[in-house]
């Protein structure tokens, strides 16, 4: 981070007061974490729900920062930097900076949203500008509040291009990051039951996606999956501003679906031009692939240089991760986040990329789902009943009440269950060798990823 200004500017875009020191001295980066602050780094301290970082000004090293942001009011230890500005909200006043630092770029910024696929088409499509020179993405999933402004402060003028997620779990939230954004390109992937513990319904879920829409400008592009119902809403009014994606011919871009996921195979037409990918790309990545397509098809790149870069791409940890265990058996681990949508499609793709073989499903709680949550775990569950399965694992209370409640019976293969995930380590390593495949899901807080590693 190098943000090439002074505290009086930072006051001035912020609306904050500094209460001491030189408005000309220069402000070149800060931390939010007092536990990470460099050398020459100032601390900006945040207040969330269950934590105040003014509470670690009395200690190092806060104590030994080049400068402190703080909320206006907070009570300052005695001891204290050079450089003090303080803000009315210091969370808000983060989002106003990070503006003023993306506004001094007049280079296409790109943001994604929707309920899946975020991650691997910003990792897609920074993987497909990059071909053309440097790129601010998203790092992990700074995608919200914090998150974003953190990744804008990331700009410098290498580069030619911005990649960011938004994610949301609240009406306006996209909106607010759009604000500190400004993105010149927007990409909406799929509406789905995704945080319907926030969100209430799928129609909120849609309206606050379409926030993005909103938040640009009258002529900007605007790339979405044209066979989802709630996106397919936006058609008539985007008009020629919409880059379609999606399965059908006659899409912009359409990601096919015979014979792609071998390796060597056409996985796109754009344009009626087939894209190919060396490496095998399950159905889920397909159409995220077109998505990333769409998205740099609107900002003028060849289709040779996305080809190129859905080659390089390099997916995010826990998307997909594969690895071989000891006995031969292929780990797959999908467990970053799950919904009922992500959690079938990648189950599709698991066995689409593993055609043979015995083939092991462990699937975890899906979190933040609401009044819905029993009904769309048994949704997941009963969607199973015709897939070639070898066995099946379940992990987590709600996995295992929904199992309790479908039909007997109605899931052809053994099913095994627990409410703590380390409990069917050993079931699972009695079925390993090397015929068999393992996919794992489910939400962050599962934790899978551990199981994966104990067997």
Same mark, same amino acid.
């Given at each position: 981070?190098?943000?090439?200004?002074?505290? +009086?500017?930072?006051?001035?875009?912020?609306?904050?007061?500094?209460?001491?020191?030189?408005?000309?001295?220069?402000?070149?980066?800060?931390?939010?974490?007092?536990?990470?602050?460099?050398?020459?780094?100032?601390?900006?301290?945040?207040?969330?729900?269950?934590?105040?970082?003014?509470?670690?000004?009395?200690?190092?090293?806060?104590?030994?920062?080049?400068?402190?942001? =703080?909320?206006?009011? #907070?009570?300052? /230890?005695?001891? !204290? /930097?050079?450089?003090?500005?303080?803000?009315?909200?210091?969370?808000?006043?983060?989002?106003?900076?990070? %503006?003023?630092?993306?506004?001094?770029?007049?280079?296409?910024?790109? &943001?994604?949203?929707?309920?899946?696929?975020?991650?691997?088409?910003?990792?897609?499509? #920074? &993987?497909? $500008?990059?071909? @053309?020179?440097?790129?601010?993405?998203?790092?992990?999933?700074?995608?919200?509040?914090?998150?974003?402004?953190?990744?804008?402060?990331?700009?410098?003028?290498?580069?030619?291009?911005? =990649?960011?997620?938004?994610?949301?779990?609240?009406?306006?939230?996209?909106?607010?990051?759009?604000?500190?954004?400004?993105?010149?390109?927007?990409?909406?992937?799929?509406?789905? /039951?995704?945080?319907?513990?926030?969100? +209430?319904?799928?129609?909120?879920?849609?309206?606050?996606?379409?926030?993005?829409?909103?938040?640009?400008?009258?002529?900007?592009?605007?790339?979405?999956?044209?066979?989802?119902?709630?996106? #397919?809403?936006?058609? /008539?009014?985007?008009?020629?501003?919409?880059?379609?994606?999606?399965?059908?011919?006659?899409?912009?871009?359409? &990601?096919?679906?015979?014979?792609?996921?071998?390796?060597?195979?056409?996985?796109?037409?754009?344009?009626?031009?087939? =894209?190919?990918?060396?490496?095998?790309?399950?159905?889920?990545? !397909?159409?995220?692939?077109?998505? #990333?397509?769409?998205?740099?098809?609107?900002?003028?790149?060849?289709?040779?240089?996305?080809?190129?870069?859905?080659?390089?791409?390099?997916?995010?940890?826990?998307?997909?991760?594969?690895? %071989?265990?000891?006995?031969?058996?292929?780990?797959?681990?999908?467990?970053?986040?799950?919904?009922?949508?992500?959690?079938?499609?990648?189950?599709?793709?698991?066995?689409? $990329?593993?055609?043979?073989?015995?083939?092991?499903?462990? *699937?975890?709680?899906?979190?933040?789902?609401?009044?819905? @949550?029993?009904?769309?775990?048994?949704?997941?569950?009963?969607?199973?009943?015709?897939?070639?399965?070898?066995?099946?694992?379940?992990?987590?209370?709600?996995?295992?009440?929904?199992?309790?409640?479908?039909?007997?019976? @109605?899931?052809?293969?053994?099913?095994?269950? &627990?409410?703590?995930?380390?409990?069917?380590?050993?079931?699972?390593?009695?079925?390993?060798?090397?015929?068999?495949?393992?996919?794992?899901?489910?939400?962050?807080?599962?934790?899978?990823?551990? *199981?994966?590693? @104990?067997?």
């Amino acid at each position: 981070m190098d943000l090439k200004t002074t505290w +009086g500017e930072a006051a001035k875009a912020t609306g904050g007061l500094l209460l001491h020191g030189n408005p000309g001295a220069p402000l070149r980066s800060f931390s939010t974490d007092s536990r990470a602050i460099a050398p020459g780094d100032a601390f900006w301290a945040l207040r969330g729900d269950r934590f105040d970082a003014h509470d670690f000004l009395v200690r190092e090293p806060a104590q030994s920062a080049a400068g402190w942001i =703080v909320r206006q009011g #907070a009570r300052l /230890p005695s001891k !204290r /930097p050079e450089q003090v500005l303080a803000l009315e909200d210091t969370l808000k006043g983060l989002g106003s900076l990070a %503006r003023f630092h993306r506004d001094r770029f007049d280079i296409p910024v790109v &943001a994604i949203t929707g309920s899946n696929g975020k991650t691997t088409v910003k990792q897609m499509l #920074a &993987a497909i $500008l990059a071909e @053309s020179g440097p790129v601010c993405a998203t790092k992990g999933n700074f995608n919200n509040e914090i998150g974003l402004p953190l990744t804008l402060f990331a700009l410098d003028p290498s580069h030619h291009a911005a =990649v960011v997620e938004m994610g949301a779990s609240r009406r306006g939230d996209i909106a607010a990051l759009a604000a500190i954004a400004r993105p010149t390109l927007g990409v909406l992937t799929n509406i789905g /039951p995704a945080h319907l513990e926030f969100f +209430g319904d799928e129609k909120t879920v849609f309206e606050t996606k379409r926030e993005l829409v909103e938040a640009l400008a009258a002529d900007a592009p605007v790339a979405l999956f044209a066979e989802d119902p709630w996106l #397919a809403r936006l058609l /008539p009014d985007l008009g020629a501003r919409a880059i379609a994606f999606g399965w059908d011919a006659g899409r912009r871009v359409r &990601a096919l679906a015979a014979d792609a996921g071998k390796p060597g195979a056409a996985v796109l037409e754009i344009d009626g031009i087939p =894209v190919r990918s060396a490496r095998p790309m399950g159905r889920i990545h !397909r159409i995220d692939a077109a998505a #990333a397509a769409a998205a740099a098809v609107a900002l003028g790149v060849p289709t040779q240089r996305i080809e190129a870069g859905l080659e390089s791409y390099s997916p995010a940890p826990l998307r997909f991760a594969q690895s %071989r265990h000891a006995s031969g058996a292929q780990l797959v681990v999908d467990a970053y986040n799950s919904n009922p949508a992500s959690a079938s499609a990648g189950v599709d793709t698991f066995l689409e $990329l593993n055609p043979a073989g015995r083939r092991l499903v462990v *699937l975890g709680d899906m979190l933040e789902l609401g009044e819905r @949550s029993l009904e769309l775990h048994r949704a997941v569950l009963e969607g199973l009943a015709e897939k070639p399965l070898a066995a099946l694992f379940l992990a987590g209370e709600t996995m295992v009440r929904a199992a309790e409640e479908i039909e007997p019976g @109605s899931l052809p293969y053994p099913v095994y269950h &627990a409410r703590e995930a380390g409990e069917l380590a050993g079931p699972i390593r009695a079925l390993l060798g090397i015929d068999a495949s393992v996919y794992f899901k489910a939400s962050r807080l599962m934790r899978l990823e551990a *199981l994966a590693e @104990s067997l």
